[in-house]
């Protein structure tokens, strides 16, 4: 099994969580999002993934890409430890947190969003963090009142075992400190982030502690 990832994307460091909580063995191959305009852009690449983003999962020789479709895939193949409850309802505002992560505050904050802000509508540094900062805020506001408001209670987004929702969760808190953002405004967030990162499978899949971390 080999993994496309960067070091600092969050998408990729979802997918490293979920494989160190399934104790799955892989083969990292970083593709470095920066270096020489971005290897990602490289035919090389390319080829893997057309639409030249990170992660990439490659298994029994075939090649699967984003972070949550790769997390359900491996749900479905590797069924234990489960990452999405038993209960069809509770997998469905498990996911609904999740996705409140993946589809509505990560890309509109992500490199290429931001560069494209830069580059073709002439908006500052100073303005793409703001916009970042929006965005996550809005994020995070809405998952701390989901959380509270759900019934199964416990150290992580739902319960007493990490979920997609913490996979989720945790890169993108990282993703906002990057930002500058006040996470004050959301002690439940980081309580939860607390007892995720006292477990190995998050600890290790962290950015620095990756082989391309610079």
Same mark, same amino acid.
């Given at each position: 099994?080999?993994?496309?990832?960067?070091?600092?994307?969050?998408?990729?460091? !979802?997918?490293?969580?979920?494989?160190?909580?399934? #104790?799955?063995?892989? *083969? %990292?191959?970083?593709? +470095?999002?920066?270096?020489?305009?971005? *290897? /990602?852009?490289?035919? $090389?690449?390319?080829?893997?993934?057309? /639409? $030249?983003?990170?992660? $990439?999962?490659?298994?029994?020789? %075939?090649?699967?890409?984003?972070?949550?479709?790769?997390?359900?895939?491996?749900? *479905?193949?590797?069924?234990?430890?489960?990452?999405?409850?038993?209960?069809? $309802?509770?997998?469905?505002?498990?996911?609904?947190? &999740?996705?409140?992560?993946?589809?509505?505050? +990560?890309?509109? /904050?992500?490199? !290429?969003?931001?560069?494209?802000?830069?580059?073709? +509508?002439? %908006? =500052?540094?100073?303005?793409?963090?703001?916009?970042?900062? +929006?965005?996550?805020?809005? #994020?995070?506001?809405?998952?701390? /009142?989901?959380?509270?408001?759900?019934?199964?209670? #416990?150290?992580?987004?739902?319960?007493?075992?990490?979920?997609?929702?913490?996979?989720?969760?945790?890169?993108?808190?990282?993703?906002?400190?990057?930002?500058?953002?006040?996470?004050?405004?959301?002690?439940?967030?980081?309580?939860? *982030? =607390? &007892?995720?990162?006292?477990?190995? &499978?998050?600890?290790? &899949?962290?950015?620095?502690?990756?082989?391309?971390?610079?």
């Amino acid at each position: 099994m080999k993994l496309y990832t960067f070091f600092r994307s969050s998408a990729s460091y !979802r997918v490293r969580i979920a494989l160190n909580l399934k #104790g799955l063995d892989y *083969e %990292q191959a970083p593709i +470095h999002l920066r270096r020489g305009g971005g *290897e /990602q852009l490289k035919p $090389a690449y390319k080829s893997i993934n057309p /639409q $030249a983003l990170v992660p $990439a999962l490659e298994d029994e020789g %075939q090649i699967f890409s984003q972070s949550l479709a790769i997390i359900e895939y491996l749900e *479905e193949r590797y069924p234990k430890p489960p990452l999405l409850p038993s209960d069809a $309802a509770e997998r469905a505002v498990v996911r609904s947190m &999740a996705l409140l992560i993946a589809c509505e505050v +990560h890309p509109i /904050q992500n490199l !290429r969003v931001l560069n494209h802000l830069k580059s073709d +509508h002439k %908006q =500052s540094d100073d303005d793409t963090i703001l916009w970042a900062r +929006h965005w996550i805020n809005l #994020g995070f506001s809405a998952l701390e /009142q989901m959380i509270i408001s759900v019934t199964e209670q #416990g150290d992580f987004c739902f319960g007493k075992t990490p979920t997609m929702a913490d996979i989720c969760l945790v890169p993108q808190l990282g993703n906002a400190r990057r930002f500058g953002v006040d996470l004050s405004a959301y002690p439940k967030l980081l309580a939860i *982030e =607390s &007892a995720c990162m006292s477990l190995p &499978a998050f600890a290790n &899949a962290a950015p620095e502690h990756q082989p391309d971390a610079e």
